[in-house]
């Protein structure tokens, strides 16, 4: 009875504060960190200014950025063009009138030119109004190209980690007890040292409306490590002082528990610390099972790590 009362105690000691996600809500929630890292939070009367733009663009993915450039870029000499066409085209010196869909295309490749301030010669504005046109399209390419040139250079200069979760986590015999345990490792070629990680297990204390949510701090055997050129195996001991003693896969999924991960480390390129978020819920945690090995040595005596075995683990036993 006295240890059980010790373990209640040290899991009262071990629960925080609300780290920032919130922790009362009047139904059920979605995981509270995304597997990309970011947040499950949908924000509502954020600022819309310059600034605020400019952080979005620096953040978004590569592939939404080119997709944004490419999509302004064309829409931009679509307004022109179909300004030009409107002006007529006969104010185009070199162009030749054929049909209403070819003298736009011809406005459409002639606003290409001066956008871009390339000018071949063999199309140029004449008359007022063209020319005032191609002036201010030509200031606008000049303007939107040193805009970014520095979009760019942010998003190049822009310190950011790229580490590869294992897809689950398990838990593990460890020592008397068992061990929830994930692994993680550098994509880059960058070195990274310094790491840290920080854990919390977040759980709903009550099914019913209102959901509460509770933080748990969870102790790590190792929560520092100098270097990260191979596989970092994270491991939390389920001893009796864990928040995890004694909970079936049953218990976490009625709970809904989530572990939230906070790795940070040093990057040696841009001299810079770096943070990485993830996390796991409790219905991607292995019961009973452990990680195989993800590197190993060639013949030459070179050890090789390969990210694609991150997730591999094997099944010791079947557990309910």
């Not at 979005?56 to 944004?68: D, K």
């Not at 994930?182 to 990680?197: E, G, H, I, S």
Request: charged residues 20%.
């Amino acid at each position: 009875m006295e240890g059980a009362n010790h373990s209640y105690l040290w899991c009262m000691n071990q629960r925080i504060e609300d780290p920032g996600f919130g922790t009362k809500y009047e139904r059920q929630t979605k995981r509270v960190i995304n597997k990309d890292g970011t947040f499950n939070v949908k924000r509502r009367g954020v600022d819309t200014g310059l600034r605020s733009l400019y952080q979005a663009v620096i953040s978004m993915s590569a592939s939404r950025f080119l997709l944004l450039v490419g999509a302004g870029y064309f829409i931009l000499n679509a307004i022109f063009a179909t300004a030009y066409f409107m002006t007529g085209i006969e104010f185009i010196s070199g162009a030749e009138s054929v049909n209403g869909w070819q003298d736009w295309l011809t406005c459409f490749y002639f606003s290409f030119q001066t956008f871009t301030t390339v000018g071949y010669g063999a199309l140029a504005p004449k008359g007022g109004v063209m020319n005032t046109i191609a002036a201010i399209e030509a200031l606008a390419g000049l303007l939107g190209f040193a805009l970014m040139s520095g979009v760019l250079y942010g998003r190049f200069s822009k310190p950011k980690s790229k580490l590869a979760y294992s897809q689950n986590a398990v838990i593990a015999p460890f020592g008397e007890h068992k061990a929830l345990m994930f692994r993680l490792a550098n994509k880059r070629t960058n070195v990274l040292m310094q790491m840290q990680a920080q854990i919390i297990l977040m759980m709903h204390d009550d099914m019913q409306a209102p959901h509460k949510r509770s933080f748990y701090n969870l102790d790590l055997q190792v929560s520092k490590v100098n270097f990260l050129p191979l596989t970092w195996t994270v491991v939390h001991p389920i001893t009796p002082d864990s928040p995890m003693f004694n909970k079936s896969r049953a218990d976490l999924l009625a709970a809904e528990a989530e572990v939230l991960i906070l790795i940070s480390g040093f990057d040696d390129t841009f001299n810079q610390t770096v943070h990485s978020r993830y996390s796991y819920t409790c219905d991607e945690v292995v019961p009973n099972a452990k990680f195989n090995p993800a590197f190993s040595s060639d013949s030459e005596g070179e050890i090789v790590l390969d990210l694609e075995k991150i997730n591999d683990y094997t099944v010791l036993t079947n557990e309910t």
